[in-house]
């Protein structure tokens, strides 16, 4: 099933895009300095990661559990 209908998947994609794109901005700030068009939404991934970087952790755990034992 798509991630788009089932909104555990949906959630999941959403971390790992953020986490992907945090990390990304960190080991290679050139590739997501542009802020409009395609690369913006990574861009703006990568921003939600750094800035709410406590609450993702939370949540990447939070889903890894769920997906564990649920």
């Known amino acids: ?8 998947s ?3 994609v959403v971390l790992l895009v ?4 945090a990390f990304l901005k960190m080991q290679f700030p ?4 542009q ?3 395609f690369r913006g939404f990574f861009w703006k991934a990568a ?3 750094e800035r709410l970087s406590p609450w993702v952790a939370a949540g990447c755990f939070t ?3 769920s997906t ?3």
């Open 1 to 8: 099933m798509s991630a788009l209908f089932n909104f555990h």
């Open 10 to 12: 949906f959630l999941t």
């Open 18 to 21: 953020i986490c992907t794109c």
């Open 30 to 33: 050139a590739i997501l300095e």
């Open 35 to 37: 802020k409009t068009g």
């Open 47 to 49: 921003r939600i990661g």
């Open 63 to 65: 889903m890894g559990v």
């Open 68 to 70: 564990l034992f649920f």
